[in-house]
DNA sequence: GAATAGATCCGC
DNA sequence: CGGATCTATTCA
């Protein structure tokens, strides 16, 4: 397992969100292999919350990539969000789905909602460097499994749907 | 200050 | 399908 760095998040955000896929995300003692994103990318997609420009909730997506954006919705539910692109292109990629594997039963979390919540990310963890924190980040196996995945219009949202840029693993090989 | 919509989830 | 529940943003 390698950490990845700022450079990995750096790249064009759907090949992030895709990219994501089938990695291991860690939080505290949590561990879980990521099966499911979204990309939320500009001031041109409409869907995006930096859609009408740069305010102090979305100011972290202006910022450079690596970096958590949690934001609490519906008044009950965080989501949690890694900024992508370089600085000043507001950009960050939704994390929707995982399959936890610190426990012997595998265990899948679908819906961004229930993902912070089973984690334990809240408000708290909005802005974390996650290239150099040491309870925060993103690994990669040295010997990643191959699937295949489907791409779909993104959830919840009712502008912007005619984008594809929901990625989710649909199978293992 | 008030109004409103929102990247959700659960139960009916 | 509607309610829970609150915040960021917009409008007056």
């Known amino acids: 397992m390698h950490r990845l760095k700022r450079d990995f998040f750096e790249n064009p955000t759907i090949t992030v969100a895709k990219e994501l896929l089938g990695k291991t995300l860690v939080f505290n003692k949590h561990q879980g292999l990521i099966i499911e994103t979204e990309a939320y990318i500009g001031e041109n997609d409409p869907a995006c919350h930096a859609a009408k420009g740069r ?8 910022g450079e990539a690596g970096y958590s954006y949690v934001y609490l919705i519906y008044g009950m539910y965080y989501c949690l969000n890694i900024v992508t692109e370089e600085k000043n292109f507001p ?29 334990g990310i809240t408000q708290e963890h909005n802005k974390i460097n996650l290239i150099n924190s040491n309870f925060f980040y993103i690994t990669a196996p040295k010997k990643q499994q191959t699937f295949s995945y489907i791409e779909t219009p993104r959830i919840g949202i009712k502008v912007g749907i005619d984008k594809l840029w929901r990625f989710k693993i649909h199978s293992f090989y």
């Open 55 to 62: 305010t102090k909730r979305t100011e972290i997506m202006y």
């Open 91 to 119: 950009a960050a990629v939704l994390v929707r789905g995982i399959i936890l594997n610190h426990t012997k039963d595998a265990k899948d979390i679908n819906g961004p909602g229930k993902l912070c919540k089973h984690l």
